[in-house]
């Protein structure tokens, strides 16, 4: 199940406050600008930045 695009507008990220975006394959939320992706469990976002995965992202 997707999440709603109602609660995908309003979350940010915790640490630079900028958007994310929604990888649906991976199930997280991604921030580009603190390279980090944070997991959804159970239609839940888990915005802990100690939780979040690290991207390693090419320039």
């Known amino acids: 199940m997707a999440l709603e695009k109602t609660l995908l507008d309003i979350l940010v990220c915790p640490i630079c406050k900028g958007n994310l975006t929604y990888q649906q394959d991976s199930h997280e ?3 580009f600008v603190d390279k980090l992706a944070f ?4 239609d839940i976002p ?3 930045p100690e939780l979040a ?3 390693e992202i090419e320039k």
């Open 39 to 42: 997991p959804i469990e159970d």
């Open 46 to 48: 888990i915005m802990i």
């Open 53 to 55: 995965r690290k991207l």
């Open 29 to 31: 939320l991604i921030c």
